[in-house]
C-alpha cells in the first residue's frame, strides 16, 4: 500500500505525467527565452490542500488500471476550473480491454472508514448504488461521459481504442461497463457489496457488464493518507532542489 501511495497514487494525485508532458510541449517554443524545466514545475505544481478521500479515488482508479486491464488515460484533475473544488460527473472514466475487444469503463468510488456494514456510503442518493444505477439507466450521461472522453482522446495513442469501444456500444445495444469501487480501512465483510451485487445484477442486459470490487486497507490507514502524501511530496521537492 505504501508503495503505491508513494509511486503510482502520487502521480495521479498531482498529475506528473501531464504536467511534465505540458512543460515539456511549453519548452519546444521557448527554448531561447531563459526558461527551465525547474522554472515551470514551480508554476505548475499542485499546492492545493489533498483530502482523504480523493487520495482513495487515486488509489482506487489506479488499482482498476493494474488489475483489471483497463485505462483512465485524462486525469480528471485537469478539468478542475477552481482551486479545492470537486468535479461533478463519473469518477471513472476510461476504456476497458476485455474479450480481445475495447468498451467504454465508467464508475464511482466511494472512500470510507465507517465501521459498519455496508457504509453509509453506498446507499441514499449520493450513494455508490443510487450513482452505479444511474450510469446503467440515463443514456444521456453515458453519451456525456462518451463525448467528454472523445474530446480529450482524439489525436492521442488511445484513439484507436476510443473508435473500438465507441463501435462495440454502438452495435451492442449500447453496452458499456459499469466499475463500482469501496475503499476500506475495516476488516473486510461481503456484507459491503452483497446487496448492491444482487440489486445491480439485473442491469447486466444487453451484455453491460458491471463490476463491483472493494479494496481493504490496513486497518485505519486511511487516515494516514494525506500525512504519506505530503511526506512523499516534501521528498520530491527536497530531491529536485538538491540536484
Known sequence: MRNALTNEVYNKVYDIHGINDLIDSILQGLSDTGFNKESLLSVFSCNDKITNWEIGEAYAQTYIEDNYHSYLPWNINRDTKKPGSSLPGADIVGLHSHNNSVFFLF?????????????SVTYGPDGLKKQLEELCTEEETIIT??????????????????QKAFYNYHINNFN????????RDVDPNKKDLSERAKSLASYCINGRQVYLTAIY???DAISKFVSVMENEHERRVRFSAKK
Open 107 to 119: 464508475g464511482e468510488i466511494k472512500t470510507s472508514s465507517q465501521k459498519k456494514y455496508p457504509p
Open 145 to 162: 461521459l462518451i463525448k467528454y472522453l472523445g474530446f480529450r482522446l482524439k489525436n492521442t495513442k488511445y484513439w484507436d481504442m476510443y
Open 176 to 183: 458499456v461497463h459499469i466499475f463500482g469501487v469501496l475503499v
Open 217 to 219: 486497507l490496513p486497518q
